[in-house]
């Protein structure tokens, strides 16, 4: 087989793989957004923890997530940070120390971004998809994340 059909081969194996993940994501965002809705209460969030799961075997899209992810927290979210309004986890869903976690939010795929507004003790758990179709577009990438955090804090999540 010559390099350009493996090449070609290998761009198609992971634009399919991509697009699983997208799909997987959205359906579960869908799903999380019902439940949001019907429990969804008003005021500003006592903390928001934003974690963001991956795989032991990272690719670049995981590890572009994760970086604009930190980046947007450290440039934007510093006091909240250092006072633990905001927290942020970075979770290997393969590693069995973290099962817990990996159910408490309800984590349907390997590469997911998770934005908890906590109020009142109860939990209130989106799974922030819009990221995936920016990726390699630091601008809008670090947008997305910034004003789902915001909201959050808010209480308009």
């Known amino acids: 087989m010559n390099k350009k059909r493996l090449l070609l ?3 198609i194996v992971a634009a399919a793989v991509l697009l699983a ?6 359906l579960a965002n869908h799903q999380s957004n019902s439940d949001a809705a019907s429990n969804n209460s008003s005021g500003p ?8 799961f991956h795989r032991t075997q990272r690719c670049p899209t995981c590890i572009y997530a994760e970086e604009g992810t930190r980046y947007t927290l450290e440039t934007y ?6 006072s633990g309004r905001v927290t942020f986890q970075s979770i290997n869903v393969e590693d069995e120390e973290n099962a817990d976690i990996v159910e408490r939010y309800n984590n349907p795929s390997y590469l997911t971004l998770c934005i908890n507004t906590v109020r009142d003790g109860t939990d209130h758990i989106e799974q922030v998809t819009d990221i995936w179709f920016v990726i390699g577009d630091d601008e809008a990438f670090v947008e997305i994340v910034k004003s ?6 808010n209480g308009e999540a």
């Open 9 to 11: 081969i290998i761009v």
């Open 21 to 26: 993940i997208l799909f997987d994501s959205m």
């Open 45 to 52: 969030a006592d903390r928001v923890e934003v974690v963001y």
């Open 77 to 82: 979210f510093a006091d909240e940070l250092d």
């Open 148 to 153: 789902k955090i915001e909201k959050s804090l």
